[in-house]
């Protein structure tokens, strides 16, 4: 995909050098969350979630890139020992 880093090569961020809209929506995360990439899906999948993704394809004939946008930021992102 165009613009996007493949997840092997991903290297996670800190923590304290996270910005601050990811620091946000750490807050939200839940236990089963890994990253804030599942913060978002979690979030978001009762907006459109699978109808968007399918809209998406019918319309412009190619993925929507969600999956791998959430895996990217499950990467980048991590939650691992982040929660109590």
Do not use: H, N
Not at 1 to 9: D, E, I, K, L, Q
Not at 11 to 34: C, F, H, N, V
Not at 67 to 77: P, V
């Amino acid at each position: 995909m165009v613009g996007m880093r493949s997840t092997a090569s991903q290297t996670p961020i800190p923590r304290a050098e996270w910005p601050l809209q990811i620091k946000a929506l750490a807050l939200l995360a839940s236990a089963t969350d890994q990253g804030i990439g599942d913060v978002i899906a979690r979030l978001l999948g009762p907006v459109g979630g699978a109808a968007y993704k399918t809209w998406f394809l019918a319309t412009f004939r190619r993925s929507c890139g969600c999956s791998e946008r959430q895996s990217d930021l499950k990467a980048k992102y991590p939650l691992a020992g982040q929660l109590q």
